[in-house]
T-cell receptor, first 117, second 111 residues
Framework: DAGITQSPRHKVTETGTPVTLRCHQT?????MYWYRQDPGHGLRLIHY???????DKGEVSDGYSVSRSKTEDFLLTLESATSSQTSVYFC????????????????FGEGSRLTVL | GNSVTQMEGPVTLSEEAFLTINCTYT??????LFWYVQYPGEGLQLLLK?????DKGSNKGFEATYRKETTSFHLEKGSVQVSDSAVYFC??????????FGAGTILRVKS
């Protein structure tokens, strides 16, 4: 199994509070992603990173920020949580996207279930 | 933009039945196509993939063929087992390593 750890695995918080989810990998992969999973929508990309301090927005980035100060850690922050951000959040990693080593495969963590009351 | 459409579920089958889960995509050019599977309480894992037209991906008895003319990548298995019960996601990759996922199809297999 790919070495991906998400924390916390479950969290209940109140509207307006800040929340940070952490993704830690031991694979030394360059790419890291945060997705949210919601019924009827599948997985939607929030933000991704292609290296330390290199991040970019996905399709549903409003209300979220990320940081990557080390290769192994990718943090997702909800500055002021809202009920619409109740979801299951998945971190994923992948190796370099180029050349013969590119398998296109993403490896996923086990998910973090966030409930915003 | 790029998008993936999957048949709505849940799909409920008896053990040893034939499975088809439809997937069609919209994309310019020739994306790579994937099927991921999510077992209860777990993250997604790659089931199979195809990178060019007419390629057939296969794994664990599942197959899918990249059909450019119909922009489809339907998932099939000849004889499902209870252990195949999961959520199946079709996905495409156009550039970089960003995947676009379909909504997912729940498969329930009864013994």
């Amino acid at each position: 199994d790919a070495g991906i750890t998400q924390s916390p695995r479950h969290k209940v918080t109140e509207t307006g509070t800040p929340v940070t989810l952490r993704c830690h990998q031991t694979e030394n992969h360059r790419y890291m992603y945060w997705y949210r999973q919601d019924p009827g929508h599948g997985l939607r990309l929030i933000h991704y990173s292609y290296g330390v301090k290199d991040t970019d927005k996905g399709e549903v980035s409003d209300g979220y920020s990320v940081s990557r100060s080390k290769t192994e850690d990718f943090l997702l922050t909800l500055e002021s949580a809202t009920s619409s951000q109740t979801s299951v959040y998945f971190c994923a990693i992948s190796a370099d996207a180029s050349g013969k080593f590119d398998t296109g495969e993403l490896f996923f963590g086990e998910g973090s279930r966030l409930t915003v009351l | 933009g790029n998008s993936v459409t999957q048949m709505e579920g849940p799909v409920t089958l008896s053990e040893e039945a034939f499975l088809t889960i439809n997937c069609t995509y919209t994309a310019t050019g020739y994306p790579s196509l994937f099927w991921y599977v999510q077992y209860p309480g777990e993250g997604l894992q790659l089931l199979l993939k195809a990178t060019k037209a007419d390629d057939k991906g296969s794994n664990k008895g599942f197959e899918a063929t990249y059909r450019k003319e119909t922009t489809s990548f339907h998932l099939e298995k000849g004889s499902v087992q209870v252990s195949d019960s999961a959520v199946y996601f079709c996905a495409l990759r156009k550039y970089g390593n960003k995947l676009v996922f379909g909504a997912g199809t729940i498969l329930r297999v009864k013994s």
